[in-house]
Each structure stands twice: as structure tokens, then as C-alpha cells.
Nanobody, 114 residues
């Protein structure tokens, strides 16, 4: 079973940036399409961005042009560069395969507030 550990969240002001990372255990990470998901307070978890094993990315409309997903298969790690953060980006961010599997990590809290 692949284990996923998210990191890099924090408290930032609107317009600032954060870079999230997701490290996966196991050597088969490179075979999976992966995604970043988030759960905002009072809302359901949603897919934010996804990336194929070959690096082709796709984004939800609300983050297009601001977020960039990437991966380094040699390090079993995926990233989410978040620029121009807005208060509505406040959420717990998770990584998982796409489509998502049944097991989720702890996530990393991102809070955007002035």
C-alpha cells in the first residue's frame, strides 16, 4: 500500500505563495496519475490539479494560471506551487492518486488570511 505524506502548508497573506510537497512510499509512484485535492471548511473534498505519469497537467478552473503541479518520479515526490493565493484557497490539501484511492494522508493546512 502506498503511503503519502504532505508538507509545506502554512499561514500566508493574500497574494503570497506556498509550495506543497507530497512524498510517496514505494517504487511504483511513477506509474500513477496523481492529484492534489483540498477540503475547505464546510465543503467536500475537491480535485485541484492532476498530473499524468508523464507530466501532463490539468487544473480546476479556479486555480488555473496560479497553481502549478509537477512531479519528480526519481524522488517519488509531487509538488504544488501556489502563487497569488486567495482567502478562498484556505483548505487542507491532500495528495492521492487520480482517481483517488481509499487511503488519505493527514494533509497539510493552507490558510490565506490578512
Amino acid at each position: 500500500q502506498v503511503q503519502l505524506v504532505e508538507a509545506g502548508g502554512g499561514l500566508v497573506q493574500p497574494g503570497e505563495s506556498l509550495r506543497l510537497s507530497c512524498t510517496a512510499s514505494g517504487s511504483i509512484f511513477r506509474l500513477f496519475q496523481m492529484g492534489w485535492y483540498r477540503r475547505a471548511p464546510g465543503k467536500q473534498r475537491e480535485l485541484v490539479a492532476r498530473i499524468t505519469s508523464g507530466g501532463v497537467a490539468d487544473y480546476v478552473d479556479s486555480v488555473k494560471g496560479r497553481f502549478t503541479i509537477s512531479r519528480d518520479n526519481s524522488k517519488n515526490t509531487m509538488y504544488l506551487q501556489m502563487n497569488g493565493l486567495k482567502p478562498e484557497d484556505t483548505a487542507i490539501y491532500y495528495c492521492n492518486t487520480f482517481p483517488s484511492g481509499p487511503s488519505w494522508g493527514q494533509g497539510t493546512q493552507v490558510t490565506v488570511s490578512s
